[in-house]
């Protein structure tokens, strides 16, 4: 239901301030700042996303929970989608999306209405989709030979025996 309130409701805004605006400044001046936001905020969306991806590479190689820098990494493509959109209401959006105590304040709104059932990160269970080790394929086949000590075998050899002691 919200979905299709979004799209019935924002290209009726996006026409009424077209028209509010063009009939303010006119035609020409108008045109020319809808592309001129898009030339910015590309720009800005660029600068913004190599800053995530190297904050989502960093959270990575800590092993830090990731989802903070992919929820900024989400909301700065949102933003340069409605930046490229033509009109005033989606660049307002998108622009706002760019500051990023805008992007904290809505990712912790996001975070509190989220439930998180399970959450894994490092090693652990892997899933494999290809052959068990149970499998013949993976059997090495070899030849051993046992060799007895000389030594009492009794006595544990030096090599459990540890550090010498003083």
């Known amino acids: 239901m919200y979905l299709f309130l979004a799209f019935l409701l ?14 303010l400044i006119g035609l020409w001046p108008t045109l020319a700042i809808v592309v001129l936001t898009a030339v910015i905020g590309t720009i800005m969306v660029r600068t913004q996303g190599r800053m995530a991806l190297v904050n989502l590479q960093r959270s990575f190689s800590e092993l830090d929970d990731p989802t903070e820098p992919l929820a900024h990494g989400a909301m700065i493509l949102l933003s340069g989608v409605l930046l490229l959109t033509p009109g005033f209401f989606t660049d307002a959006v998108g622009f706002a999306l760019l500051v990023p105590g ?13 439930t998180i059932t399970h959450f ?14 149970s499998d013949q394929d993976d059997v090495i086949d070899g030849d ?4 007895r000590s000389r030594q009492n075998p009794s006595k ?3 090599w459990v025996e540890g550090p010498p002691q003083h």
């Open 10 to 23: 924002v290209p009726i805004i996006e026409i009424a301030l077209f028209i509010q605006v063009g009939g």
């Open 156 to 158: 544990p050899s030096k």
């Open 144 to 147: 051993f030979t046992e060799v």
């Open 120 to 133: 894994q990160m490092g090693t652990g269970a892997q899933f494999r989709t290809g052959p068990t080790p």
């Open 102 to 114: 805008i992007r904290v304040a809505v990712f912790k709104y996001l975070k509190s209405k989220a």
